[in-house]
């Protein structure tokens, strides 16, 4: 299938099944904001709920927290957010487009338009183009987009943080943000988690959450949203074991993946160059997926080392060191942090599980979903509706409700019926038919293997839930 294509599919499938509608669509949208419908949120759900799991209940030293989105605005100073979650941009004049300063030298490098970029010495990477920046005779630039020569602006700063007020008054004095990434809420909070929880270095504190970033260029999609949500785990090691904890968590966030049932050959590390490296990073790796559009970073594993808590203790001016009372060591714990998109990653889980192929003469879309987040596990079906099989199927369905998600479907053929869940994931179906007056037994169908075996309806609990199960 064309890469292009498949974006394509997906999108129109999520608007179609009721996966993921565009944000206030009868007023034409809200530029990159996006609502997950009864399909979508069942999906993000289970996925969260399978991060969550992955990430505390199988570890004895990793607990949760919820933060608010609203923090203390001298939280992003000491981030360092309100001095530097900027991006440099540049306006034309004549077509009112608006670049990325980096996009812009991006294509001038590619071009090899050296005379733009006014110095041929300048090197590869974000420190080149920092000094591009500089360098640029931007009033000299014509703007890709409409040609003009002379209509670009000097690049302007601009700050990815969303600002509102609290209280009554508009004013500088009341000026809070919606927090960039969820990060910062687990810092500011370490003391009281390792407290409460009664937690020894090395520990964990989990959380999932909105962050929200003005960002330039949104689009894919959910890839990229002004909105979005995080899931983040923060581990706090020892000062000298920085270094083979990021191999343990970039490992084993890797495996996470291959668990959710992503295929291993669309995933890759990435690990960053020294110019790479964010101002608050010592090593980092990037888990990429080959999305439709080229690889693109997944989630993050950074050593990020003592940088956030010292700079938050030195800006609350709070002792957030820890004591080791066998030692009496006193030190700073290093973070190793491993930040991952909810949104992202269930647009890689759909990109990932679209297939279609050929049942029965007619083409069949299937999304072929790990069953532990597939939104609705079951679809019971009764081939006809007269005779007592509707009342079977569902009594059948009321069983398995405390098991999983169910879905009655008695609209069309069976063959139809198959097709609409199959689209949507699920990955089984159980058919009543006339035998099942008989002997109490129904078709069991299995989405992939399209397998199907007759089993007695009161073993169906158990056989879904030891399905489900690990
Ligand atoms: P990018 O380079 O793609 O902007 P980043 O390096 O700034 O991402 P991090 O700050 O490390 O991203 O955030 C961790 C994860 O959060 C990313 O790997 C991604 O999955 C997700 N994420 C970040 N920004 C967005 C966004 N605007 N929309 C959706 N998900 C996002």
Redesign the pocket.
């Known amino acids: 299938m064309a890469k292009e294509n498949l974006m394509d599919k997906i999108v129109s499938l999520c608007k179609r099944r009721g996966f993921v509608f565009q944000s206030s669509e009868i007023y034409g949208g809200l530029g990159s904001c996006w609502d997950y419908g009864p399909l979508g949120i069942e999906l993000k759900n289970n996925l969260q709920n399978f991060w969550w799991r992955e990430m505390t209940q199988l570890h004895d030293n990793i607990v949760g927290i919820d933060a608010a989105i609203l923090m203390h605005p001298r939280v992003w100073e000491a981030s360092g957010h309100v001095e530097g979650f900027v991006d440099p941009l540049v306006d034309c004049r004549q077509c009112k487009t608006r670049f990325k300063a980096q996009d812009l030298i991006g294509q001038w490098r590619a071009k090899k338009k050296l005379d733009t970029l006014a110095d041929a010495d300048i090197p590869e990477g974000s420190e080149g183009d920092v000094a591009a920046l500089r360098v640029i005779r931007w009033g000299d630039a014509v703007c890709p987009n409409c040609g003009t020569h002379g209509s670009l602006t000097a690049p302007r700063l601009f700050n990815l943080m969303f600002k509102t007020f609290m209280g009554p008054v508009e004013e500088a004095a009341s000026v809070v943000y919606l927090r960039p990434?969820t990060a910062q809420g687990i810092y500011v909070n370490y003391l009281n988690i390792m407290n409460t929880a009664r937690l020894k270095i090395p520990f964990g504190i989990a959380q999932v959450g909105k962050?929200f970033?003005n960002?330039i260029t949104?689009g894919n999609f959910?890839?990229?949203?002004?909105e979005?949500e995080?899931m983040?785990m923060q581990f706090f090691v020892r000062p000298d074991d920085g270094d083979p904890w990021l191999e343990k968590w970039r490992d084993e966030r890797f495996e996470f993946y291959i668990k959710l049932g992503i295929r291993k050959e669309k995933l890759r590390l990435h690990q960053h160059t020294p110019k790479e490296l964010a101002h608050y990073a010592k090593a980092a790796y990037?888990i990429e997926y080959e999305f439709p559009f080229g690889w693109?970073?997944?989630?993050?594993i950074?050593n990020r080392t003592d940088f956030d808590l010292r700079r938050h203790a030195e800006y609350s001016g709070k002792d957030l060191t820890y004591f080791v009372e066998e030692t009496r060591e006193r030190f700073v714990p290093h973070i190793i942090e491993t930040?991952?998109?909810l949104?992202?990653?269930l647009l890689v889980v759909l990109l990932d599980a679209y297939a279609e192929d050929t049942q029965e003469g007619e083409l069949r879309t299937v999304l072929r979903l790990n069953p532990k987040i597939a939104p609705i596990k079951v679809g019971v079906f009764s081939l006809v509706k007269r005779d007592g099989l509707l009342e079977v199927a569902d009594r059948i369905a009321q069983d398995l409700r405390p098991v999983c998600s169910v879905f009655i479907d008695h609209q069309g053929s069976i063959g139809r019926r198959y097709r609409r869940m199959d689209e949507i994931g699920t990955p089984w179906g159980i058919t009543v038919d006339y035998q099942t007056l008989e002997d109490q037994t129904v078709t069991l169908r299995d989405r992939d293997t399209l397998e199907q075996i007759r089993v007695n309806t009161v073993q169906l609990p158990q056989i879904i839930r030891e399905r489900l199960a690990d």
């Open positions: 990434e962050a970033r960002e949104p959910i890839f990229r949203t002004r979005f995080q983040e990037d693109q970073e997944l989630e993050g950074h930040s991952a998109g949104n992202r990653t």
